[in-house]
């Protein structure tokens, strides 16, 4: 049998340096890869031309859209929400202001003050928003009856996200205790007419580009 002394034969300082030189080689190498891994999911998060592009305004019907009822489109890949409030639930929101964290909407989550009320719409029966809770991202579930066994016996109706467990009224107003810093976006939008509602701009044109404070 033919023993391989190769490692042997050589000097402790040699085998110090080889030893040095391995480790400093592979500590480049794996940090090459975090950073190769890396970039991309970073640039994962700028809007692609696409991207862009799907930003145009949505038309949305709200003909069949009876009380109570909520319809979601899509628009720059996030959800909008059309809620044809009944007169019960617009009763709710007056009893609900001292459980907000932001009843006034001061923060700047609404592309007006025309849309800076209670009913936080242009007008009281419809509700326009993009469907994103404010803490994480997460899409909150509508939960329109009160007093129910799943939501307890202070629930006045609203939207609740499963993810966090952020609490907002039937206004996308967020309420206090929970995580969800600030109310929900009010996007751009306009009424094309008793029919339809165009969202992700105004009537002139403008505001295309509009952001909230966060999503």
């Known amino acids: 049998m033919t023993e391989d002394v190769s490692d042997c034969d050589e000097d402790p300082v040699t085998n110090e340096a080889r030893r040095r030189f391995l480790v400093t080689a592979t ?10 891994a890396a ?23 709200i003909k069949k859209l009876e009380p109570g ?50 009913y936080r719409s242009l007008e009281p029966a419809y509700f326009v928003c993009v469907g994103i809770c404010t803490h994480l991202g997460c899409i909150p579930d509508y939960k329109p009856t009160p007093h129910s066994p799943e939501m307890g016996p202070q629930w006045l109706g609203g939207f609740f996200c499963p993810c966090h467990g952020s609490h907002y009224d039937l206004a996308g107003r967020v309420l206090k205790g929970s995580p969800a810093p600030l109310n ?32």
């Not at 500590?27 to 190769?36: D, E, N, R, T």
């Open 27 to 36: 500590s480049v190498i794996g940090a090459i890869g975090v950073v190769g």
């Open 39 to 61: 970039v991309p999911f970073i640039a994962s998060w700028e809007p692609s031309a696409r991207a862009t592009a799907a930003g145009s305004p949505v038309d949305i019907s």
């Open 69 to 118: 009822q909520m319809v979601t489109v899509s628009w720059r890949s996030r959800p909008v929400w059309v809620l044809h409030r009944t007169p019960e639930q617009l009763a709710t929101l007056s009893k609900l202001n001292d459980a907000c964290k932001d009843p006034d909407s001061k923060a700047d989550q609404q592309f007006s003050p025309k849309v800076q009320n209670i």
């Open 184 to 215: 929900l976006p009010v996007l751009p939008y306009y009424f094309l007419n008793d029919r339809e509602i165009r969202v992700g701009t105004l009537a002139d044109g403008s505001m295309k580009d509009w952001k909230p404070n966060t999503w």
